[in-house]
C-alpha cells in the first residue's frame, strides 16, 4: 500500500526522542519534508543530520512549547519556509506527575494549549490550502482510570474531545483530525525506563497487565500515527487510535 507521504509537508513538535522522533524518520523515509522542533540544540542538530540521507527538505528548530508567542512564531515560519503544510503532529508533553495545581497549570500549558496555540497558528495555513491532516497524542491514561487522579490523564482526555470537535468542524474545508493513544512505550531514557529503574515493582505490574508481556516500541506507535496522517486514511477522521498492544481492557464499540 502507498501511503501517499512522498512530496508531503509535515510539522512535528518534540522530535528528537521518543514517538515522534521515530515518527519524523518515518515520515522522510516516506519522502515527505520535514519541519521538527525540540528545545535543545544539539539534540535538534542531530536529528536533522540523521535525518539529511533520505534527501527530502529536513527543517530543525529550537522551539519551547511553552512560550505561546515563541512557539506559534515558530510553527508560521515553518509552514512558510515548507511552502505549506499537509501534517500537523504536536507531540509534545509536560508528562505525568502530581505535582499540585502545578502539574495542571504545566499539562494545560503544554499538552493541552500546545495543540490548540499549534493548531491557530496553522489553521490559516490549512483554510487557505482546503487541506491538512493533524494528529493528537493522547494516551491511553486518558481513556481507564490508570495509576491515581493525574493533571495529565485528565488533560489528555480533554485533548481527544478537542481533536473530535475540530474535525467536526473543519471536514468541509479538507480538514481531519485524528487523535492516536498510546499504552505504555518503551524508550531509552524515557518515561517507563526511568520507572523500571526507579521502582521495579510497579514496572513489573504495568508489564503484566500487557497481554503479550511487553511495552510497546516508539515506532509501533508512530508507524500508526503516520498512516492517519497519510492520504491512506483518507476516510477516517475524528477517530481515538488506541495503540497498546491490548494494555486497555475496554471493548470499544
Ligand atoms: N512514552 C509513552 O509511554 C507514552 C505513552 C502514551 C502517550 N505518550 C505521548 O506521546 C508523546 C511523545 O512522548 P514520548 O514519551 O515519545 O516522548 P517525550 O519524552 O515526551 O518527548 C520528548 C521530546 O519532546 C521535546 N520536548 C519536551 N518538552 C518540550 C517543550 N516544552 N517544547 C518543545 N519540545 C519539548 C524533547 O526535546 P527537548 O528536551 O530538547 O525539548 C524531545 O524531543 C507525548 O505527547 C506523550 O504524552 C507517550
Known amino acids: 500500500m502507498d501511503l501517499g507521504l512522498k512530496g ?11 514517538i515522534c522522533r521515530s515518527l ?11 519541519a521538527f522542533c525540540a ?10 543530520e540523521a535525518l539529511k540521507p533520505y534527501g527530502t527538505r529536513i527543517i530543525g528548530g529550537t522551539a519551547n ?28 508533553s509536560a508528562g505525568g506527575g502530581m505535582d499540585g495545581e502545578k502539574s495542571w497549570y ?9 495543540c490548540v ?6 489553521f490559516p495555513t490549512f483554510k487557505a490550502q482546503g487541506s491538512g491532516n493533524v494528529v493528537f497524542i493522547s494516551t491511553t491514561a486518558a481513556v481507564e482510570t490508570f495509576i491515581g487522579p493525574m493533571a495529565y490523564n485528565a488533560l489528555k482526555a480533554a485533548l481527544i474531545t478537542y481533536g473530535k470537535q475540530l474535525s467536526q468542524a473543519h471536514a468541509k474545508r479538507g480538514l481531519r483530525v485524528n487523535t492516536v493513544s498510546p499504552g505504555p512505550i518503551m524508550i531509552e531514557g524515557g518515561s517507563w525506563d526511568q520507572v523500571r ?17 511487553r511495552m510497546g516500541e516508539a515506532d509501533e506507535v508512530a508507524r500508526a500515527i503516520a498512516f492517519l496522517a497519510s492520504d491512506a486514511a483518507s476516510w477516517i477522521n475524528g477517530v481515538n487510535l ?5 494494555f486497555t481492557k475496554r471493548v470499544q464499540f
Open 106 to 114: 504545566k499539562a494545560f500549558e503544554i499538552d493541552l494549549m500546545g
Open 8 to 18: 508531503k509537508r509535515a510539522i512535528v513538535t518534540g522530535a528528537t526522542r521518543g
Open 117 to 122: 496555540r499549534g493548531f491557530d497558528a496553522l
Open 39 to 48: 528545545r535543545k540544540q544539539d539534540e535538534v542538530d542531530a536529528t536533522v
Open 242 to 246: 488506541v495503540v497498546d498492544g491490548g
Open 197 to 213: 529503574q526507579q521502582d521495579e515493582a510497579f514496572f513489573r505490574s504495568i508489564l503484566a497487565q500487557q497481554p503479550d508481556g
Open 65 to 92: 512549547v511553552k512560550d505561546a508567542e515563541g512557539y506559534k512564531t515558530w510553527l508560521q515560519q515553518a509552514a512558510e519556509e515548507l511552502g505549506g503544510v499537509d501534517i500537523f503532529v504536536p507531540g509534545v
Open 24 to 34: 519524523v524518520e518515518i515520515l522522510a523515509q516516506e519522502g515527505a519534508d520535514v
